[in-house]
C-alpha cells in the first residue's frame, strides 16, 4: 500500500506536522537528490576504507575532476571524441533511417539488407573493431566506422519496425482521400513512424556512445580514452574516474537533449 | 428505373404496398463477390441499389461481409468479381465523389483537429487559407466549435468520430460511406450521433451508405435497410420502414411501427446466430 | 519475399551476401576479408583447439554467473521497483543511467578494481545485463491489471500468495523478455569485457591473431561468435513468445 | 517500508554480499604456495622464453601461477597492489616516483627499437619539426626518441601514441603515420611489405633494459630461495639461447607450450629467438651494476628519470644478491 495511504489511515490529531513532513520526504525531487547524495556517501566511505588502493573518494575524484577540467584536457578531449562521434552518428542516423524506410517500404529490399541488421542488432559488433582497424588504419575512420557499426542496427531496425506497422485504418484514411504514394508516405507514413524512429535514434546515440569509447580504448587513445587510459597506466585514478564519470554524465545529458528536441519540434501533441 | 432485386426474391417487410423510394440509384452493386486470399468466400454475387439522398444501411450478422462490401464500394478494396457503379462510372478505387468514416477514428494523433478535417482537401492541393475556411465551417456543423486547436488524444471517443465526420464531410463528397461508426462510444453519445445522422441526411443532400450491426440504429436513422446473410452473404431482405421522421426525434423511438420493424428483423437474422 | 510465387523466407538472403563475401574474398580486399570458404575451413580447425576451449569454457562460465546473478538481482530488484514508490523514486534514476550510459568506459574501473581474470568479466556481464531485467520486472509488476489484485486479495490471498501465485506469473512475460534482452547486452558485454581486458578467454585468441595479421582465423572466431549470438537470440525469443499467452490474461 | 519491501531487500543484500565475497575469496585461493606472477602481455612468441624459465623453476619445485595483463603498467600495478609477487615489466618510473618497495632481479630483453620512417625523410635532420608516433607516453619507445632527439639535436614535431608495434605498422602503411619507433619482429614485416616507402633510421647504440623480472622487496628477502631458483633458471636459460636460440622451440615442444596456438606462429618462434639473440635483445649477462647505472643514464636523458645519475643508487632499484649467486651456481 503507497506510503501516502498509510498516511491518511493514521488518527488524524496526533501527527499533523509528521504527515506534512513525510509527504515533502517522498516528494519525487527530494527523493532523487536522496538517492544521489546516498551513492555519493557511499562512494565516500567505500574510498575511505579503502576498498582497494585503486579507488579514490568521492571528494579525491571531484577534486581530479577540476584538475582535468582546470588545465583544459577535459575540454580538449571532449573535441576529440565528438569528432568521430558526431559524424559516425550523422551517418548512421541518415543511412538507418533512410534504409529503414527504404525496407519498411519495399519489401524486397527488405529480404536482402533486413537479415544483415537482425544478426548484427544480436552479435557482439565490438569483436569487429581489429577489423576496422586493418582496413582503415589507426586514423579517424576506423573511429568513424566503429560508431556506426554500433549505432546503425538499431536505428535501422527501429525505423523499418515503426514504418513497417504504420496502423492499417491511417492508411486506408489516406487512400481514400486519394492520397498518392509520396503524400501517403510524407503526410501519414513518416509523422505516424516519427516516436518510434526517435526512440531507435536514443538507443543508437547510446550505442554511438559506447562505440567512440571502445574505439578509443581499443583503436588508439585519443580523446576521453586517452585521458583515461593515461590516468589508468600511471595510476592517477582520481583523474580516471573523473573522465569515466564525465563521459557517462555527457551522454546521458547527450539522449536527454535528443529528447527534449523530439518532443518540442516534432511531437506537438505530446507537448500539449 | 426500378431497382433490378437480387436473384433471392426479397420478401417486402413494409405493410403498406407503397412504391419503393422513387429516387435514381447513386451507387449500383452489380453481382459483386470477394474472396480472401486464405480462400474465405466474404460475397458471393450481390446485387443492390443505393438511393441518391438516402441513409442505406448494410446490416446483418457478424461476419457476413458488410464491411467487406462497404470497402469494395470505397475502392479500398478489390472485388474478385463483378462491379460496382457510383453516378453511373464504374469504381476503380478510391475517388473524390465518395468519403469514409472509420471504425477507429483513423485520425492523425500528430495533427489538430484543423489539420485532421482539412486533410482531404490537403490532399488534394486546397491552398491553406480555403481549406481551413472549409474545415472551421464542418467543424461547427458537427459541434467541435472551439476545439480547432486541439489534439485527438485530448478529445473524447465522440468528440473524435465527430473529428471523421466532419474530414469526410469537409471534401463534399456525393456518397458518404460510414462503417459502424458510434460502435466506439458509449450509448448515450450514439443516441445523440443517430439523431444528428438524422438531420444530416436531411440537410446535406448527400448519399450516405451506414454499416452497423445493431438493429435498432439501422431502423432508427435509415431510409433503406439492405438484410444480409450469413457468409457468402447476400441479400436477403430490403427494408423501408416506413417512419415518420420530421418531428420529435424521441416520439420515433415510442413510435409502434418503429418497434414492429425492429421486432420483424430481429426475428430474421434471430435463426443467423444458432 | 515472394519470387514467382514461392514465399522466401527472411534469411534465405544470407546466401546472397556469402556468395558476394566469397568473390569480394578473392579480390585484392582478401587480406581483410578473406573468402568464406576458408574461414569456414579455419573454423573447424580452431574449435576443437584447446585453446579455443577453454576460452569458450572461460566466457560460457562468465556469461552464465554474469547472467545469474544480473536475473538474482535483477528482478527481486524489479518487483521491489514495481510495488514500493519509494524505492522506486529512489532507484530509478540510478536504473535508467546505466541502462543508457556508455558501459564500456566503466569496464577499466572494474578491471583495476578486481583484476583482469574471470570476476572482470563476470561483473561487466552483470553490468550489461541487468538494468534492462530489472526495467522489464518492473514494467511486468505495474502492468498487473488492479482486478487481477483485487480479485487475489477478495479470495484472502496472503500477501505471499498473492505475490507467487499470481503477480509473478502474470509479470512472467515482462520478466522474461527482460531476461532475452538482458542476455543479448551480456553477450555484447561478455566480449566487450574481453577485448578490453584482452588477456582472458576470447580477448586473448583476438589478441594472438590480431598481433600476428592471421586474418582468416580472426573471423572464424567472429563467426562462431556471431553465430553463437544469434541462435542465442532466436531461442529466446520463441521461449518467450511461449510464455506470450500469460501477458492476455491481464 | 512494507513487510514485503523488508524481506525481499533481505534476500537482495545476501545475494550482493555472495557475489561479492566470492570474487574476493578467489583472489585469496590464490596466495598459498604458488609465486605470483604478472604478466603484462598474452603467452605469445615474445613472452614465450620467460615462461620457460618460470616451467624449469616449477620443475626444481617453485611452483607459479601467471596473471596476463593486457598492459606493462598494470602488471607493474598489481605488484605494487599486492595482487603479484614478480612482474615482468620497466618499474624504473613507477620505482622512483611512488617509492613502490621494488626491485629488478634479472633483465630479460633490452630496448632493442628500430626507428623507421618514410622515405622523403633521408636523416634525422629532415626529421626536425616532423610528427612522430611512439607505443604510449613515457615508454620505452618514446625514451629513444628523446635520445635520438637530443644525439641528433632535432625537436620533433606533434607526439602521438599508438599502442602496438603492429598497429603503428599499419598506421605507416596506411599513410596515417610517417615515422615511428617498433619492435624487431614489426621492423622485419614492415620493410618486407612496404620496403620500397620506409627506410629505417639509425637508432640507439646501447639499447637499455626493456622487460625485467622484478619483484616486491619485502616478498623476495622473505622467499630467498624461491628467488635465487627462479633467477638462475632465467640465466641458465638465457645463457643456452645465445649458444642455440632453437632451445626455446625444443623446450616449447617439450612441455607442449602453446599447443593449439596457429602454425603460423609456432612456425615463426625459432626465426624469432635467432634473430632477436643476434640483435642482443636477449643479453645473456642477465643485469649486472655497470648495466644499472647504464640504464640510469638512458633514461634520465630520456626524462622519464629525474635526478642527477650519479645520486641514483643501484641499491634502490636493483637487488642483484639472487643474480650473483646465480652466475656462481652456473659457474659463468
Partial sequence: MPISDLATALPRLREAPARRWRDVLIHPLVLRLLSFAAVFALWEYAGRIPLSPAFPTFLETLGGLGAIIADGSLFKAFLITLYP?????AVSVLLGVGLGVLMGLHEPSEWLIAPVFIIAQAAPLAALIPILTFAYGIGLTAKI?????????????????????????????????????????????LPAASPMIFAGLRLGCAAAFIGVILAELLITPTGIGDVISYNQSVADYPKMYAAILSIIAFSVLFIEALERIEVTLFRPEARA | MTPNLAAAAPRHMTDLPSPLLTARPIVEVKSVSKTYPGGIEALSGISLDFPEGRLTTLLGPSGCGKTTLLKIIAG???????????????????????????????????????RNVAFGLELRGVAHSEREAIAERHIARVGLKGFERKYPHELSGGMRQRVGLARALAVDAKVVLMDEPFSAVDEQTR???????????????????????????????????????????????????????????????????????????????????? | MVISGIRLPLMTSLIVWAVIWEIVGHTDAGFILPPLSSIVGRVFEIVPTASFRDALLITGRAFLFGNLIAIGIGVPLGILLGRSVIADRLLLPWVNLFLSAPLSALVPVIMVLFGLGETTIVLTVVLFSMWIVVLNTRAGIRAISPSLVEMARSFGASRWQAFSRIYVWAALPEILAGIRLGMIRAVKGVVIGQLLVSVVGFGTLFEIYQSHFLMEHFWALLLVLFAFAFTLNELLAGLERRFAYYAASR | MKPLGRRLSIVLAAAFAAAVAMMFGS????????????LGDVLSTETLAMVIALERAKEKGVDYQVTHFSKEDLAIQAVINGQADLGIGTPY??????????????????????????????????????????????????AIGNIIAKR?????????????????????????????????????????????????????????SDETLFGN???????????????????????????????????????????????????????????????GVYAPAGGSAEIAKADFEFYTEAGQMQGPVAELKVEDFWYLAPLERARKALGS
Fill in chain 1, 85 to 89: 562521434l558526431v559524424i559516425g552518428l
Fill in chain 4, 27 to 38: 583472489v585469496a585461493a590464490q596466495a598459498q604456495g604458488k609465486v605470483r606472477v604478472a
Fill in chain 4, 217 to 279: 622487496i619485502e616478498w623476495i628477502q622473505k622467499n630467498e630461495k624461491q628467488v635465487d631458483v627462479i633467477v638462475t633458471e632465467f640465466l641458465r636459460l638465457w645463457q643456452e639461447m645465445a649458444a642455440n636460440p632453437a632451445v626455446v622451440e625444443q623446450e616449447r615442444v617439450k612441455r607442449k607450450l602453446m599447443a593449439d596456438q596457429p602454425k603460423e606462429v609456432l612456425e615463426g618462434i625459432t626465426r624469432f629467438y635467432t634473430m632477436a639473440t643476434k640483435e
Fill in chain 2, 191 to 274: 443516441r445523440k450521433f443517430q439523431e444528428e445522422l438524422l438531420e444530416l441526411v436531411a440537410n446535406e443532400g448527400k448519399s450516405f451508405i451506414f454499416v452497423t450491426h445493431s438493429i435498432e440504429e439501422a431502423v432508427y436513422v435509415s431510409d433503406r435497410i439492405a438484410l444480409l446473410s450469413r457468409r457468402p452473404s447476400r441479400v436477403s431482405a430490403i427494408i423501408e420502414p416506413k417512419i415518420a421522421r420530421d418531428d420529435d426525434p424521441d416520439r420515433i423511438r415510442r413510435d409502434s411501427a418503429y418497434l414492429d420493424v425492429v421486432e420483424e428483423i430481429w426475428q430474421q437474422l434471430k435463426h443467423y446466430l444458432d
Fill in chain 1, 145 to 189: 566506422m566503429t560508431v556506426c557499426i554500433m549505432a546503425m542496427p538499431v536505428i535501422v531496425l527501429n525505423t523499418l519496425g515503426a514504418v513497417r506497422n504504420t496502423p492499417k485504418s491511417l492508411l486506408e484514411m489516406g487512400r481514400s482521400f486519394l492520397a498518392s504514394r509520396s503524400q501517403s508516405i510524407r503526410l501519414v507514413i
Fill in chain 4, 152 to 208: 641528433e639535436g632535432i625537436q620533433f614535431g606533434e607526439r602521438s601514441y599508438v599502442p602496438g608495434s603492429e598497429n603503428r605498422i599499419i598506421g605507416m602503411m596506411k599513410g596515417q603515420i610517417k615515422a615511428t619507433v617498433v619492435d624487431l619482429a614489426n621492423k622485419n614485416l614492415l620493410l618486407e611489405k612496404a620496403g620500397d616507402r620506409f627506410h629505417v633510421l639509425p637508432g640507439v647504440t646501447a639499447p637499455a
Fill in chain 4, 93 to 142: 618510473a613507477v620505482v622512483q616516483k611512488s617509492k613502490a618497495p621494488l626491485r629488478v632481479l634479472f633483465q630479460g630483453t633490452r630496448l632493442v627499437f628500430f626507428p623507421v620512417a618514410d622515405k622523403s625523410y633521408k636523416s634525422w635532420k629532415d626529421m626536425n619539426g616532423q610528427p612522430i608516433t611512439f607505443h604510449a607516453r613515457a615508454t620505452g619507445t618514446e
Fill in chain 2, 76 to 114: 479500398l478494396i478489390p472485388a474478385s468479381g463483378g462491379q460496382v457503379f457510383v453516378d453511373g462510372r464504374e469504381v476503380k478505387g478510391p475517388g473524390p465523389e465518395r468519403a469514409f468514416v472509420f471504425q477507429d477514428f483513423a485520425l492523425m494523433p500528430w495533427a489538430s483537429v484543423i
